[in-house]
């Protein structure tokens, strides 16, 4: 099947995403194609699938970035969201979020991918009162995802500390020996 496609909308949308979102060309042109191609396998899941069919539009929205997602191989930032849904930031982070709970197991590892690479870390702290991690984040998907994490591979509540407004958390740099940076495959 060949996709015709008006080559002037191309270059107008691969210039809007490279403005917007700072990609160069290439990376713009990429985005293109996975949000293309993804809104193609929508279409034919939709009609061949056995699925249930998204009956409101954040639904839909999270239903097309997650093939975008899939066809990218990576999770979009909230910046490329905004751009390709061309929504509101609020509007885009809604998806994003309806998309994570939606289909948060087939997409796991973009998830944490893109965690890992929205990860700046800084050590903090002194022997005296002990060595910490401090992480923060540009987006809140990142951040609520790494918290979730952090709490998954265990360390107790009373040692993570949280900047909400920030996206911060502060974790010591061992518990019970081992390094929760680490365990969550971030750099430090």
Known sequence: MD???????VEAAVRRISE???????????????HLYGALDLAM?????????????????????????????????????????????????????????TYEEALREQFLDHMRVDAV??????????????????ETGSFELCLSEIRRIGVPRDLIETVTTRRRITIPQAVNGVNPLAELGIAP
């Open 121 to 138: 870390v800084r050590q903090k702290g002194n022997d005296d009162q002990g060595l910490l991690w401090e992480i923060e984040f540009t």
């Open 20 to 34: 917007l979102t700072g990609r160069d060309e290439t990376q713009a042109r990429d985005l293109l194609e996975a």
């Open 3 to 9: 996709l015709l496609v008006d080559e002037a909308l």
């Open 45 to 101: 899941e939709e009609v061949a699938g056995s699925g249930p069919i998204a009956t409101n539009m954040t639904s839909a929205k999270a239903d097309h970035l997650k093939s975008t997602c899939l066809r990218a191989g990576r999770i979009l930032t909230e910046r490329e969201a905004e751009v390709v849904l061309r929504s509101p930031p609020s509007t885009a982070r809604s998806v994003l979020t309806r998309m994570k709970a």
